[in-house]
């Protein structure tokens, strides 16, 4: 009897031994992601398929792949996964969600103090051989301590957000499709506000909504306009939710103070994007869940759902579980 076999688009942080114990494991070796094509013809060939969202998961590689059992995706997002098209299949879609809160609240902290402080200009300052003596007014920020935090959805990484800006003292403001429950709001101490307040009143905004059709480009030229000229944008969610080009205007136009973003429209980033000659701009390589802790809990799950779906047996973190109805 032939063994199952799985593609897996990219090397990951842990032993694939427990893959190779019950299928043949065919991986990609290179850095960079699989074609689409290389893609496309190994799902042809496979019943699990464990990708990233680097990969394109479109109905047109689905429909083509009759031996398909299972996608099973290494992240919480799944945005470059045609869900309705497999749930039409009957194919269970994985994801790894929960595992990532912490380390992805921890960058979003990182770089809005990053932000507020100025520091990856003082290290440019520095290395570039212009500090020379103590200045009084050398690259000063704004307060982290007692400033008001806006929050855009507060699901799990925007409540862990919230907490820790317990610890500043800071007044939280939140925009949600619908509040949560008041004892937690009373517990993170934040309030519930429409978007436009929370543009108007905020001195750091930060985005934690996935993208869907509704988020897409969420904050433009006119969401811009609405922000205080002194206030600084942290984007950790995905990059289309922010239409980048306005935000580049936007803050040659004074209407913003800066932006830290680790997502961004297209990724990777071209050296040519404008956003990268601002010097109050900030941007890392979506690096939010990059804890040896979290990459490592996020592939064991991404593991566990491909093993369920080679077994038949319900994922344990399934996108589209009504297949199972």
């Avoid at 076999?5 to 065919?26: D, G, M, Y």
């Avoid at 496979?46 to 099973?72: F, H, M, N, W, Y």
């Avoid at 907490?163 to 008041?182: E, H, N, Q, S």
Wanted: hydrophobic share 45%; proline share 7%; net charge neutral.
């Amino acid at each position: 009897m032939s063994r199952s076999k799985i593609f897996v688009t990219r090397r990951l942080p842990i032993s694939l031994s427990p893959l190779e114990a019950v299928a043949e494991v065919v991986l990609w070796p290179e850095r960079q992601p699989p074609p689409y094509e290389v893609l496309r013809r190994e799902s042809q060939r496979c019943e699990g398929l464990l990708c990233l969202l680097t990969d394109r998961i479109d109905a047109a590689l689905l429909q083509a792949s009759p031996q398909l059992k299972v996608v099973s995706q290494m992240a919480v997002g799944y945005d470059n996964i045609d869900v309705k098209a497999a749930t039409a299949l009957k194919i269970p879609v994985g994801h790894t969600p929960g595992v990532l809160t912490e380390a992805t609240a921890d960058l979003t902290w990182a770089l809005l103090m990053a932000a507020a402080r100025r520091v990856v200009e003082g290290d440019r300052f520095t290395r570039s051989g212009q500090w020379t003596t103590w200045e009084p007014d050398l690259l000063l920020g704004p307060d982290v301590a007692g400033a008001t935090l806006g929050i855009v959805g507060l699901g799990r990484i925007g409540q862990a957000v919230a907490r820790r800006a317990l610890g500043f003292d800071m007044r939280v403001l939140y925009t949600a499709p619908r509040p949560v429950d008041k004892a937690l709001e009373q517990q993170i101490r934040a309030e519930y506000v429409d978007l436009s307040r929370v543009l108007r009143e905020a001195d750091f905004i930060t985005l934690h909504v996935p993208l869907t059709t509704a988020t897409h480009h969420l904050l433009g030229a006119a969401q811009f306009q609405q922000m205080k000229p002194t206030a600084v944008l942290i984007n950790t969610a995905r990059g289309a939710i922010v239409d980048q080009k306005a935000l580049y205007e936007a803050l040659q136009a004074g209407q913003l103070a800066g932006a830290a973003l680790d997502v961004t429209e297209p990724e990777p980033t071209p050296l040519t994007e404008p956003l990268l000659s601002l010097p109050s701009v900030i941007v890392t390589p979506h690096i939010g869940s990059a804890s040896r802790q979290a990459r490592e809990k996020m592939a064991q799950i991404a593991i566990a759902n491909l093993l369920a779906g080679l077994r038949d047996d319900p994922l344990p973190h399934c996108v589209n579980s009504e297949i199972y109805g």
